[in-house]
């Protein structure tokens, strides 16, 4: 018998939605269990404002994991320096939400806990403190090394399309000046080894069909509409095809995800950010898992952000904060010893 995972789960931004679906989701029964890395003081007084019938505890790792008990949530206490005030972020709270990253991702790399789901950070304020934050993709692959390859899937809870739809990000969170100096050869070759191996690895894909978008309109139409497919992606895709690697590409994004094009593809690998994003999340946000492979840690994120508008209202959903962790559960049982 598989032995029950412990998630560390952080509500990220303060002010944002994120304590509030955490609380939610410590509602429901789930078949793990999960630890929230967060104010205990903020958690108790956020419940108590919005009626959340919830008991907050410090976490005790001396605990045998088991599922999650609905109405408890587990905390490993991290206070928060000033007031939190929904809806309006604190550049003084910032070293607390990166405090609460940085104990998650230990706990993930002992044996007290398998797995981070995070919830969403506020980047500018985060910025505005003095502390370089690009996203947490990057934060956790500076913290734990590794080559980290976003990729957003919706197969923990699809409900608005009937197909299984993974998009994989070349590269993440940059200007979209800045991507095409970073499309080098040597980075489809990692990126794509990342995603060949943990699709075989971690998701069970005896042989994973991979399709990779161009970088320009029409995929540079022959080169007319620009270099990089005959130049660079082409060529790298040819000599990971000779590693044995399934490929196909480089496509035209704006084809690739026609309805029933996707169903024979076990991924698709977008160039930049936005050019594969909002296709899937159109299809089904609010169910879409955010999993960063190529760590020697699971991590999976929610699929939106700190809605600052809506915080401390009661409304915000946690779907996609209990996708999140399921996808991280689920992931548990395909990962590598930490001993390795």
């Not at 019938?53 to 949530?73: C, K, R, T």
């Not at 500018?124 to 993709?137: D, K, P, V, W």
């Not at 196909?248 to 991924?267: H, K, L, M, Q, S």
Request: charged share 20%; net charge negative.
């Amino acid at each position: 018998m598989q032995p029950v995972p412990r998630i560390a789960v952080t509500p990220g931004e303060p002010a944002g939605i994120g304590p509030e679906i955490v609380l939610k989701l410590a509602q429901q029964a789930l078949a793990f269990e999960i630890v929230a890395v967060a104010s205990k003081v903020l958690l108790e007084s956020l419940a108590r404002q919005l009626r959340i019938d919830v008991s907050v505890s410090i976490f005790n790792p001396e605990d045998i994991p088991a599922p999650h008990n609905p109405g408890q949530l587990k905390v490993v206490d991290i206070p928060v320096p000033n007031q939190v005030i929904p809806g309006e972020p604190d550049v003084e709270n910032s070293n607390y939400v990166i405090e609460t990253q940085n104990t998650a991702i230990v706990l993930a790399r002992t044996d007290v806990g398998q797995a981070v789901a995070t919830g969403p950070v506020q980047k500018s304020i985060i910025n505005e403190a003095g502390i370089f934050f690009s996203g947490h993709t990057e934060f956790f692959a500076e913290r734990t090394g590794g080559c980290p390859v976003m990729l957003l899937s919706n197969e923990m809870g699809s409900t608005g399309t009937a197909q299984v739809l993974r998009v994989a990000l070349m590269t993440t969170h940059l200007a979209v000046a800045d991507v095409p100096a970073q499309i080098t050869v040597q980075r489809i070759e990692e990126v794509l080894g990342v995603l060949h191996h943990d699709l075989i690895n971690r998701f069970g894909i005896e042989n994973p069909h991979i399709s990779v978008c161009g970088l320009n309109p029409h995929a540079g139409e022959d080169g007319h509409l620009g270099s990089e497919e005959k130049e660079i992606i082409g060529p790298a895709l040819d000599r990971l095809r000779k590693q044995g690697l399934q490929l196909e590409g480089p496509i035209p994004a704006d084809t690739a995800f026609a309805r029933g094009n996707p169903c024979t593809r076990d991924v698709i690998v977008v160039m930049y950010h936005d050019q594969g994003l909002p296709v899937i999340k159109y299809g089904d946000f609010g169910n879409i898992v955010n999993v960063t492979l190529g760590l020697p840690l699971i991590r999976t994120s929610v699929d939106h952000g700190t809605a600052l508008d809506i915080a401390g209202q009661g409304i915000a959903d946690a779907g996609s904060i209990r996708v999140a962790a399921e996808m991280a559960a689920k992931l548990t049982a395909t990962a590598p010893s930490k001993s390795a």
